[in-house]
């Protein structure tokens, strides 16, 4: 028979008080400490190691202090909360469920050490629940560019402390509900990561040719691409004539390359380009264009934002002048060009729309317009996307630690399977179909995943109001 927590209790009162109240005391770590940072020691846990409102001891840091070094407040233990005071993901709450090795927390992460730790979970569970989009601990942050938490901030969070027989009833039904969810979260989570290496597999068997085995067999005439190269390359000399010596593109090292479907050949890059000036190029660097020169209303400067997995995005925007933009016309992108992000983000790939307004690329993206008539836009982009021959070549070659990826001539020396013109149409169209469905189906498991989390919340806010209904 079901009943509501605020039932089973209705005798029994609540009382408002704050987390400063019932906290022995609440601390955070000290600043110096990151210099005794170590292969082995103490934990030190910081903001990162706090996530989804969990710890997470998977990648720690380690830190060994010396004997000198006075931080008993700040040692970790069983039954105490953390609350992340800096950064982005400043406000999240994780409890210490069970015993732990020695630890300490850093001073971006406050340590509150309740007086009763049976108080744990139920005041943590409270302090996760939201109030509109925010926790009230999120809600307190303040500062634009790294919002902050202060320590009096955390004391004066308000805490509803419910009867020790009706924290036991809530605290139980949570985790079950919570446990419940959790099963059917992982279970989305499952099939998100399959239907993404199904995608992964749609566009691989699409640059070896396996998806139009059978288009072959029903086409063995068509004109093959090694004739179709011949002709692109006599179109680029033909296109290039009257502008002065003329450089032949790159041509492959096939030497370890795989075999290729009957009628398919080796090309770069740089071979299936359109032969004016400027068929690859990558945006303006340096002080060509600054970033005190975007502005609010303009003409649009396409960067890494606006170059998603095959979609391009105006969700993110950076805009220049008309006249910045006259000054800078040989970076302009044209539709059907295909952009590839070559810095930071290496490798997200897309094509431009048909209808997009006049812009420019910027220093982090390359555009490539393909050879008109000969090499369908949409094709080369699979070939850019797909983890074949092609992308192993572009990510074999990524240069740089802090800020890797690839340059012009790494990226026009880039093999690509290439097959005749019709059968690139027909890989077009065949991974536009199978890829259509994985769309529709990630953005149902996408719908099922935030669900979740609102019917999380929705456990809590019933919970703290009395309201959640038990077995």
Request: charged fraction near 25%; charge should be positive; include cysteine.
């Given at each position: 028979?079901?009943?509501t927590v605020a039932s089973s ?155 020790t027989k009706t924290q036991v ?6 985790e079950k509900q919570f446990s ?292």
């Amino acid at each position: 028979m079901s009943n509501t927590v605020a039932s089973s209790v209705a005798s029994e009162r609540w009382v408002e008080t704050t987390l400063g109240e019932l906290a022995e005391y609440i601390t955070s770590g000290s600043r110096d400490w990151s210099k005794y940072y170590a292969d082995s020691g103490a934990i030190f846990i910081r903001t990162q190691d706090i996530n989804r409102n969990r710890l997470s001891l998977n990648e720690v840091a380690f830190v060994k202090l010396p004997e000198k070094v006075e931080g008993k407040r700040s040692l970790v233990r069983k039954g105490d909360l953390l609350v992340t005071i800096t950064g982005a993901n400043v406000g999240k709450v994780a409890v210490v469920e069970g015993e732990i090795p020695e630890a300490y927390v850093s001073q971006s992460v406050c340590l509150v050490r309740l007086k009763d730790p049976s108080l744990a979970k139920f005041v943590h569970l409270q302090l996760t629940a939201k109030r509109g989009d925010k926790t009230t601990v999120e809600a307190m942050a303040y500062g634009l560019g790294r919002p902050v938490l202060n320590l009096e901030n955390i004391r004066s969070a308000l805490i509803r402390v419910a009867p020790t027989k009706t924290q036991v009833l809530i605290v139980a039904e949570i985790e079950k509900q919570f446990s419940r969810l959790d099963e059917a979260v992982a279970n989305l989570k499952r099939v998100k990561a399959n239907l993404k290496r199904y995608k992964a597999a749609v566009l691989k068997a699409a640059a070896e040719g396996k998806l139009t085995e059978e288009w072959r067999k029903a086409h063995p005439n068509v004109e093959p691409a090694s004739k179709l190269l011949e002709r692109i390359l006599a179109e680029r000399r033909a296109e290039w004539s009257g502008r002065g010596k003329y450089k032949e593109p790159a041509v492959p090292d096939t030497n370890e390359l795989p075999s290729l479907p009957k009628g398919w050949t080796w090309a770069t890059v740089e071979q299936l380009t359109a032969g004016s000036p400027g068929a690859i190029q990558s945006g303006p660097f340096g002080s060509q264009l600054l970033h005190s020169e975007f502005v609010d209303d303009g003409i649009l400067a396409i960067g890494i934002d606006n170059v998603l997995d095959a979609k391009f995005s105006l969700g993110r925007q950076h805009r220049i002048t008309h006249a910045k933009f006259k000054a800078l016309e040989k970076f302009a992108a044209h539709p059907a060009d295909v952009v590839i992000t070559v810095m930071a983000t290496v490798g997200r790939v897309c094509v431009l729309p048909q209808k997009l307004e006049p812009a420019i690329i910027t220093k982090h993206c390359y555009r490539i317009t393909p050879a008109p008539g000969n090499v369908d836009s949409e094709f080369l982009a699979v070939a850019l996307r797909a983890d074949s021959s092609t992308r192993q070549y572009l990510f074999g070659n990524v240069r740089g630690q802090t800020r890797p990826g690839i340059n012009g001539s790494i990226l026009k020396a880039a093999p690509v399977s290439l097959p005749p013109f019709f059968e690139q149409k027909e890989i077009v169209a065949e991974v536009e179909r199978r890829l259509s469905v994985i769309d529709e189906l990630e953005a149902a498991v996408q719908a099922n995943l935030t669900r979740a989390d609102r019917l999380r919340q929705s456990i809590l806010a019933q919970a703290f109001s009395g309201s959640l209904r038990t077995n």
